[in-house]
C-alpha cells in the first residue's frame, strides 16, 4: 500500500479565467517548499497529489505544506487499487480500534460495480466484524473513513483532515517590500499579506554601531522564517546611523522617531521602485504606541510619491498579533532583547500627533537628499 498525501486547494476555484496559471503557481511554490526531498505532484481531478516520497520524510513533507499559501486542507491517504478486497485493507489499517465510525465514499468511478452506499455499507460491515471494539453512529461518528474511488482504478482511503494554511498562492497578488523591524509586529504583518498571495522582499534599517551585530543576526533569522511562507529570498539592510546623528544634532529630539519614519518610507519606496515591488508593508497597529497615531501615518505616508502603503495590522489588538505571532513561529525570534535603531536617541517626550507643518518645518533644517543617497549607498542585500 503506497501512502500519498492529498492536497485540497483554497480559493483558486474562484479564479474563473485565470484558474491555470494560479494553479502554476501553487504547484511551483510548493515544489520549492518540498526542495531537497524526493516526491512527484500530481494533479488529480481537481486536487493534488504527492506521491513517491520515503516514509521516513512524510513528517517533514507535512510540516513543510502547513506554510503554502493556498491549500485548503489536506489528508495522509493510502492509495489502493479499485477492488474491494484491496480498500477493505487499507480501511482496516487507517481504522481506529475502538470507537464509533462511519464510513464515507465519494465515487468519481461511475463504471465500479458498487455505488458508494454499497461500497459503504459492505466496508463499514467488514470492519465491525473484524474490530470487536467499533460501532457504527452515522450522526456524530468519532471517526470517519474515506473511500475515494478515482477513475483511474486506483481508490484513496485516509480518516483526517488537516487544516492547510489557506489564503492565495504566493506570487499572485504581485509583489511587496515589508519594512521588519526585529520587533513582534512587523513579521506578522508580512506573514498576513503573504497569505492573500503576495511576494514579499524585506528592507531593515539599523544603526550600528548604536545597535548591534546580534540585532542583524536577528532580523536575518526573522527574514528567513517569513521566507518559508512567502518564498521571499531577499532582506535589504540599510543604515540610518547618520541620519539618527543628524536629527539629534539638528531637530528637537521630541521628533525623533516622526522624522525617521518619514525617512524610511523615503527609503523603502526608493528600493521597493528598483525591485519591483507595488507596495510598502508595516506592522503598525492603531494606537499602540505614540509614534502609531493617525497623524503619525499622515506625516509618514506624506513623503512617499507612488506606492500604497498597506497596514495590516490596524485592526488588531498586541494579544491578538502575539498569537499570530507564535502561530507562525516567529515569537520566540522577537523577543529577544536586541536594540531596535528606534530605541536610539528615543526623546523623553516623542510627539504623538505632530503637525504635518511642524514636521516639515523640523525636517527643513535636514539636507534629506543628501541623507537619503548616503544611506541608499549603505544598502547591504543578504539572500535568504
Ligand atoms: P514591530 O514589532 O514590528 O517592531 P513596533 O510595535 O515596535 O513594531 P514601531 O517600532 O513603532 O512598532 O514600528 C512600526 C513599524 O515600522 C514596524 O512594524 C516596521 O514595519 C517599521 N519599522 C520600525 N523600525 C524598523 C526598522 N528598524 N527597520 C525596518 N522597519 C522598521
Ligand atoms: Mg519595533
Redesign the pocket.
Known amino acids: 500500500m503506497e501512502k500519498v498525501i492529498i492536497i485540497r486547494y483554497a480559493e483558486l476555484h474562484l479564479k474563473g479565467k485565470n484558474r491555470g496559471w494560479f494553479e502554476r503557481v501553487f504547484v511551483v511554490n510548493m515544489e520549492k517548499s518540498l526542495k531537497g526531498i524526493k516526491h512527484e505532484i500530481r494533479r488529480h481531478s481537481g486536487r493534488y497529489l504527492i506521491e513517491n516520497f520515503q516514509e521516513k520524510d512524510t513528517e517533514t513533507i507535512l510540516e513543510r505544506l502547513k506554510k503554502v499559501f493556498g491549500i485548503h486542507s489536506y489528508s495522509v491517504a493510502l492509495k489502493v487499487s479499485s477492488d474491494m478486497d484491496a480498500i477493505f485493507k487499507a480501511s482496516d489499517e487507517v481504522c481506529s480500534k475502538s470507537g464509533t465510525f462511519k464510513v464515507e465514499t465519494h465515487r468519481a468511478d461511475k463504471t465500479f460495480p458498487l455505488n458508494s452506499m454499497q461500497i459503504s455499507a459492505e466496508i463499514g460491515g467488514r470492519l465491525l466484524d473484524k474490530n470487536k471494539e467499533i460501532s457504527v453512529d452515522v450522526h456524530s461518528p468519532q471517526f470517519v473513513i474515506n473511500i475515494d474511488l478515482r477513475e483511474n482504478n486506483t481508490a484513496l482511503v485516509f480518516n483526517e483532515f488537516f487544516k492547510g494554511a489557506g489564503g492565495m498562492p504566493v506570487g499572485t497578488s504581485g509583489k511587496g517590500l515589508?519594512?521588519?523591524?526585529?520587533?513582534?509586529?512587523?513579521?506578522v504583518?508580512g506573514h498576513m499579506i503573504a497569505k492573500r498571495g503576495m511576494s514579499i522582499e524585506c528592507?531593515?534599517?539599523?544603526s550600528y554601531p548604536y545597535t548591534n551585530m546580534q540585532a542583524k543576526e536577528k532580523v536575518i533569522e526573522l527574514a528567513k522564517q517569513l521566507s518559508a511562507y512567502s518564498c521571499g529570498t531577499k532582506l535589504n539592510i540599510v543604515s540610518v546611523t547618520h541620519i539618527q546623528e543628524e536629527i539629534h544634532k539638528k531637530c528637537n529630539g521630541d521628533y525623533m522617531?516622526t522624522l525617521l519614519?518619514r525617512f524610511?518610507m523615503r527609503i523603502a519606496e526608493k528600493i521597493a521602485l528598483n525591485c519591483g515591488a507595488q507596495c510598502l508593508?508595516?506592522?503598525?497597529?492603531l494606537a499602540?504606541?505614540a509614534?502609531?497615531t493617525v497623524e503619525g501615518m499622515t506625516s509618514s505616508n506624506s513623503v512617499i510619491e507612488k506606492l500604497p502603503v498597506l497596514r495590516p495590522l490596524c485592526g488588531f489588538d498586541k494579544d491578538e498579533i502575539i498569537e499570530r505571532s507564535r502561530a507562525i513561529g516567529t515569537y520566540e525570534t522577537?523577543i529577544e532583547p536586541y536594540e531596535?535603531?528606534?530605541t536610539v536617541f528615543l526623546p523623553r517626550h516623542p510627539v504623538t500627533r505632530p503637525k504635518l507643518a511642524d514636521v516639515e518645518a523640523e525636517e527643513a533644517k535636514l539636507n534629506v537628499n543628501m541623507l537619503v543617497d548616503e544611506a541608499l549607498n549603505s544598502l547591504e542585500i543578504v539572500t535568504l
Open positions: 515589508l519594512l521588519i523591524s526585529g520587533g513582534i509586529d512587523s513579521p504583518a528592507i531593515h534599517f539599523h522617531v519614519r524610511m508593508i508595516t506592522g503598525e497597529s499602540q504606541v509614534s502609531q522577537s531596535d535603531c528606534c
